[in-house]
C-alpha cells in the first residue's frame, strides 16, 4: 500500500549534529490506518455501485480530498457520485476508529517519548482530513498539527516546506 509502513518514513532536519524537529507522515507510519482506509474505500464504492479495484485505490493514498474527486470522475466517469464515495469513505472510516480505536505502529510510543524527553519537536504531515487529523493527533498521539489546512497534498514538496 503507502510506502512500507514503518517508522522510517519522517524527515529530520538538523543543525549542525543535532536533530532540530522530526516531520512524521501520519497514515502507513505512525498510525496502521492504510488497511482501514483500504477498506472503507471499497466499501464505499460497492455501496454506490463501483468497484474499487487495489490498483486504483493504491493510488489513492497521499492525495488530498481535491485530487482524489477528480481521480474518481475520471476512473468511472463520474462527476457528483465522486463526492459521495468519499463522504461515505469518510463516514465509514471514521465509525471504525470510534468502534475500534486506532492502531499505531509498533514502537511509535517510544520514539516520541523519545523526542518529547530530548525536547525535540515533532510535526504530523497528513493529506487526511483535518478535523480527522487534528483529532487523531490529539487523541491518539499527544501532538498538535500545523495551523492550517493543507491545500496540496502531503507528498507535494511544498506541503513539507510549508509545514516546517
Given at each position: ?49 463501483y468497484i474499487i479495484e487495489d490498483r486504483f485505490m493504491n493510488t489513492l493514498f497521499g492525495k488530498n480530498i481535491a485530487s482524489i474527486e477528480k481521480m474518481l470522475q475520471e476512473e468511472f466517469g463520474i462527476q457528483e457520485e465522486a ?82
Amino acid at each position: 500500500m503507502g510506502g512500507g509502513g514503518n517508522l522510517c518514513r519522517f524527515v529530520c532536519f538538523m543543525g549542525g549534529n543535532m536533530v532540530k524537529a522530526v516531520l512524521f507522515d501520519m497514515d502507513g507510519t505512525m498510525l496502521d490506518t492504510e488497511p482501514i482506509s483500504a477498506e472503507c474505500w471499497k466499501k464505499a464504492g460497492k455501496e454506490l455501485g463501483y468497484i474499487i479495484e487495489d490498483r486504483f485505490m493504491n493510488t489513492l493514498f497521499g492525495k488530498n480530498i481535491a485530487s482524489i474527486e477528480k481521480m474518481l470522475q475520471e476512473e468511472f466517469g463520474i462527476q457528483e457520485e465522486a463526492v459521495q464515495i468519499i463522504d461515505k469513505r469518510l463516514m465509514h472510516y471514521k465509525n471504525y476508529l470510534a468502534e475500534n480505536g486506532v492502531p499505531k505502529k509498533k514502537g511509535l510510543m517510544e520514539v516520541l517519548e523519545y523526542l518529547k524527553h530530548n525536547n525535540i519537536p515533532a510535526v504530523v504531515c497528513t493529506s487526511t482530513e483535518k478535523a480527522t487529523a487534528e483529532k487523531l493527533a490529539r487523541e491518539v498521539l499527544d501532538v498538535t498539527m500545523p495551523g492550517t489546512a493543507p491545500v496540496i497534498g502531503k507528498k507535494h514538496p511544498v506541503f513539507v516546506l510549508l509545514t516546517a
